[in-house]
């Protein structure tokens, strides 16, 4: 995590939010001394806990229950021109991003919770793609119970929570409103908004 404070301006209820909003984690282990890494979708499960799952054949499935893990998540992120800033002046090139670190220890799920964890990513990432939402109801039984046995499901109780928020905080105000213009601008709208938040 970036070492400037004033990058660390969510409380740990608002980053745990985030890591929900952002939804797709970097899961990271040690494995036999050499760290390890797959990528999964995350569901919150209460408080401090969230889901996951990964194909069986995933080589760090194994490893999992019991682990120490390292959940990272990327957020709206990009490239700051210094070309942006008002006047542009003596300053260089950074990058602007949200990121989230939850440790925790992983624990193999029991089959009814990883179906809970399957209908509640369908439930948060479904709703505005399609006037219709998905949902298991819309599966034969024994197709989904085949697809299922394919993966194993882990829930990860949080005991600890990193974020950086480097969103130009340490600028002036004439400068971050010359780089949501230029993010806005380049298509990435997503960092503007945050910026915008931010400001």
Known sequence: MHPNP???DLDEGAALAAAERIGFAHIV???EGA????HAPIARAGARAFRFHLARGNRLTP????ARVLLSLVGPHGYITPNWYRPPGDQV?????????????ARLMPDEALVEQLDRLAEVHEPGLSP???TRGKMDPAKFDAMRSAIRGFEVT????????KLGQNKAAPDREGVIAGLEASGNF????????AS
Do not use: Q, S
């Open 29 to 31: 282990a040690v494995v």
């Open 158 to 165: 949080v005991d600890a929570v990193r974020v950086t928020n």
């Open 93 to 105: 090139p950074t990058w602007n991003y949200v990121a989230v670190e939850l440790d925790g220890t």
């Open 63 to 66: 490893h999992l229950d019991g």
């Open 132 to 134: 219709l939402p998905w």
């Open 6 to 8: 004033a990058f660390h």
């Open 35 to 38: 760290p390890m890494v797959a």
């Open 190 to 197: 997503a960092l503007a908004a945050a910026l915008r938040r």
